[in-house]
Antibody
């Protein structure tokens, strides 16, 4: 079945970087965009960035421009999101999801990765 | 960026009730509108896409309608497992903006 499995929880200090992985299985990795969404404590869902694994094209939410790096390793069907210059308000659960298409929504989702930023 | 505004922000209801959540876009998004259900500690679940198409496996008590700027999610005959937070999201632009969420409580 189609599945996205994310890496485990991370604890980082302010100013550090964190890299979260998202391993896809059950479909052709390069055929669908990967979306990154986060939910900070007590907040709603927020787009972080997206990547087309085929072309390498990326897009970023304005507030994360310059602080997020998206990469991929097609040979192992894995996408990565690296967030730099971490602040305490970056503490959140980060999800990856497959973009089914322009009208079809995001499905499935990874299980989420808790990133805690604390000194 | 396109702004998505949901109302209400929270809603109290009982098992068996019918509830409606609305979502308004700051500009026309045609039918590029998706609804998700999110329970704490779990991944969001896609309920409805293209404003009104039920995702496979989602119970038929969920329905969506609307186009342009105004959309609704209706849940008929609420079940205990439906108490969660619901989000709308636009996909006409790659900003993929979410609404702020509607928390459905018992």
């Amino acid at each position: 079945q189609v599945q996205l499995v994310q890496s485990g929880a991370e604890v980082k200090k302010p100013g550090a970087s964190v890299k979260v992985s998202c391993k896809a299985s059950g479909y052709t990795f390069s055929s669908f965009d990967i979306i990154w969404v986060r939910q900070a404590t007590g907040q709603g869902l927020e787009l972080v960035a997206w990547m087309n694994p085929d072309s390498g094209d990326t897009g970023y939410a304005q507030r994360f421009q310059g602080r997020v790096t998206l990469t991929k390793n097609t040979s192992i069907s894995t996408a990565y999101m690296e967030l730099h210059s971490l602040r305490s308000d970056d503490t959140a659960v980060y999800f990856c999801a497959r973009n089914e298409g322009p009208r079809e929504g995001f499905d499935p989702w990874g299980q989420g990765t808790l990133v805690t930023v604390a000194s | 960026d396109i702004q998505m505004t949901q109302s209400p922000s929270s809603l109290s209801a009982s098992v068996g009730d019918r509830v409606t959540i609305t979502c308004r876009a700051s500009q026309s998004i045609s039918s590029y509108l998706t609804w998700y259900q999110h329970k704490s500690g779990k991944a969001p679940k896609l309920l409805i896409y293209s404003a009104s198409t039920l995702q496979s496996g989602v119970p038929s008590r969920f329905s969506g309608s609307g186009s342009g700027t105004d959309f609704t999610l209706t849940i008929n005959s609420l079940q205990p497992e439906d108490f969660a937070t619901y989000y709308c999201q636009q996909s006409v632009s790659t900003a993929y903006t979410f609404g702020q969420g509607t928390k459905l409580e018992i």
